[in-house]
């Protein structure tokens, strides 16, 4: 059993075949993982690959009901393992859907922290513009100086002479 992360949890774990090495797969809540052990009295733990969810492309589950077959793709964003990998597996549950749904929740916590960080990095600031109408203003010209005004004048704002 791989050794797991603080707050990780275990989903799912159950013997299966990597590239004809038998092992135990196991599926958290951060990451997927399958290790052998090997020596004489098999007390040393080889961890195969360990894939973050936030890496899972797609999971298939192929095959009849006493055995199937794992397929896992991944993409590159952060792993440098092997992006294609099939896991043999005895009788196990819908893994298709129980990873889908951890992929989706692990997504959906790694946008929200980023949203968190991005909102904790400053003060925000919120702009709203309301459009102004369109107003017409009329401009009179003092007999007096020939000085240009708004209508709304009393008196020429130039010479003072009132209207």
Sequence with gaps: MPTL??????RFQGPGVLRRIAGVLTITTERIVFSHTSGVARKREHVDFSMPLESVYSAEVEGHLAKQQLTLVAHGKGYTGPTRLHVELNR???LQ???GELVADRRRALELAAEEQSRGSGPRIHLTVHPTPATTKVMFRCPYCRTVYPELEGKCPSCGAAF
């Design 5 to 10: 992360w603080e707050g990780e949890q275990i």
């Design 92 to 94: 196990p549950p819908d």
């Design 97 to 99: 859907q129980l990873i």
